[in-house]
């Protein structure tokens, strides 16, 4: 069993940043894939980024490309999100979840997910 936890989030004005970390209790194996997803009150989680393990190939949804930033230390068996220039449109829930085994040729956007983090609230001012 996986335990992950985030941490970083806030309330921040418009125009901001924050940095979301997402800490794994047992390092993830060289084919795991570690996501970020959101969800606003009302509305359907929707995928933010991704980010597989061993060679760092990196995914993000349209609205955060260019803005958002996904990474990982394998040192400290963490991934970060890096947010800049937020919006009101960036305010939700914020997960970071674990899949168990890359999948070639299809989209971390359509993976199920195996370990599911908590969740850390992310607020932007307008």
């Known amino acids: 069993q996986v335990q992950l936890v985030e941490s970083g989030g806030g309330l921040v004005q418009t125009g901001g940043s924050l940095r979301l970390s997402c800490a794994a209790s047992?390092?993830?194996?060289?084919?795991?894939?570690v996501g970020w997803f959101r969800q606003a009150p009302g509305k359907e989680r929707e995928f933010v980024a991704a980010?597989?393990?061993?060679?760092?190939?990196?995914y993000y949804a349209d609205s955060v490309k260019g803005r958002f930033t996904i990474s990982r230390d394998n040192t400290k068996n963490t991934v970060y999100l890096q947010m800049n220039s937020l919006k009101p449109e960036d305010t939700a829930v914020y997960y970071c979840?674990?899949?168990?085994?890359?999948?070639?040729?299809?989209?971390?956007?359509?993976?199920?997910?195996?370990?599911w983090g908590q969740g850390t609230q992310i607020t932007v001012s307008s």
């Open positions: 980010i597989t393990w061993s060679i760092a190939i990196k």
């Open positions: 979840a674990v899949s168990r085994a890359r999948r070639i040729g299809v989209h971390p956007s359509e993976y199920e997910y195996d370990y």
């Open positions: 047992g390092r993830t194996i060289s084919n795991d894939v």
